[in-house]
């Protein structure tokens, strides 16, 4: 089940939605929906993934593999599993037709290094698309590569309904980015991060009149932690111009958006009350437990929880999709929080409960897979919708 939590409305009960189990509501800056969705447990998992554990005998704790070795089995077994799930007589076999993959580079403005960049358009797309969708892939910010969440880029090409941008046109044009960023430990995070703020930039130069094509953000786990300094940084960006952000919405799956695996001083205080899954064992799976960091923060100078408010202020509209039995189930309910406080522009939290992290991107087969893909690409269209 999921719930879903508009922060510019009253709470509301929604018609065939069950809420996550919630204590009293922690005491905030201000109490408001979002409060709600605070959880000092987790929910029991849901039997379906409970007997997939057993089925696959997936141990617990996950054993610790270097990045180095990961990378490349991690690189295979997800262009395996979408070639399976794209294959003549799979479900997502429409996947597979009608799409041009073009790769590109992005010239990296830290030492020129060619940053790969995949594009997803439909067969015969015009090249001034109405829409365009900068995707950031997950993995801790070490592992994974420009097409390693590739069937979550061909669904949002294919299957996204997004709104015509103007009144009476037919269906909008659209154009999926996938960044290759570098990655850990043979580049420090900071390269990670300013290689996402240099696709992006190339994206929206490519696609430069915003008045024709609208610019959304999607980023899963780190990938989220990526796409909200992008969305800030496109902020930036906009401040120094005199013109509006770059970025008209943004997508985050099960986002990392702090350090506090080490620690609750790496949380603004306000939001401490409300962040209870990274020092809580009984959050953590077969897919994700402690995130262990060399240094805090990765290196960084603050994590997009930390930004400035003034900063937060300035974001679009936000949509945050969250599973309940997920060591960063707080990071993403708390930064909602953040961007409500800060006086942000709506957001959305949809709430998976009883499911662990990202799971449709290792049991993509599985039904509820599918329908948190379908949730997303419905939050895509909401914060398309936005100004």
């Not at 409300?274 to 897919?287: I, P, Q, V």
């Amino acid at each position: 089940m999921a719930q879903s939590t508009d922060a510019a409305a009253p709470p509301a009960s929604l018609p065939g939605k069950t809420p996550p189990p919630s204590t009293t509501t922690p005491p905030s800056t201000t109490t408001t929906n979002i409060d709600a969705l605070f959880l000092a447990d987790p929910p029991p998992l849901d039997p379906e993934w409970v007997q997939h554990e057993r089925d696959q005998n997936l141990p617990y704790p996950r054993p610790v593999v270097p990045p180095l070795i990961r990378q490349p089995l991690y690189v295979v077994e997800c262009r395996e599993l979408t070639a399976r799930m794209t294959a003549p007589g799979a479900r997502d076999h429409h996947l597979a037709d009608g799409i041009d993959v073009k790769p590109l580079t992005v010239t990296s403005s830290l030492d020129a290094y060619e940053v790969p960049l995949l594009s997803y358009s439909l067969e015969g797309a015009t090249d001034n698309p109405d829409y365009a969708v900068l995707y950031i892939h997950g993995g801790g910010l070490h592992i994974g590569e420009a097409d390693s969440e590739e069937l979550s880029c061909r669904r949002i090409l294919k299957e996204a309904r997004l709104p015509p941008l103007k009144e009476g046109a037919g269906a909008p044009s659209l154009v999926v980015y996938s960044v290759g960023y570098r990655t850990m430990p043979q580049h420090p995070a900071s390269t990670c991060v300013a290689d996402c703020i240099d696709a992006y930039r190339y994206v929206r130069g490519t696609h430069s009149d915003l008045s024709k094509t609208k610019l959304l953000v999607v980023g899963s786990s780190s990938g989220g932690e990526l796409a909200a300094f992008v969305s800030q940084e496109a902020a930036k960006d906009a401040e120094k111009s005199g013109r509006v952000s770059g970025v008209s919405g943004v997508v985050l799956r099960c986002p990392v958006t702090s350090d506090a695996f080490n620690g609750k001083d790496y949380i603004p205080p306000a939001l401490r009350p409300l962040h209870t899954s990274a020092l809580n064992a009984k959050f953590a799976t077969t897919l994700l437990g402690h995130m262990h960091r060399l240094v805090p923060r990765d290196g960084l100078p603050y994590m997009p929880l930390e930004a400035p408010p003034a900063l937060l202020q300035k974001q679009p509209r936000h949509w945050i999709q969250v599973c309940t039995n997920d060591m960063l189930y707080s990071d993403g309910v708390c930064y909602a929080k953040a961007l409500q406080l800060a006086g942000a522009a709506e957001v959305q939290v949809d709430v998976v409960v009883g499911w662990p992290h990202t799971f449709w991107l290792k049991t993509p087969w599985m039904d509820r897979a599918l329908e948190a893909d379908q949730a997303m690409l419905r939050g895509l269209a909401w914060v398309a919708e936005g100004p």
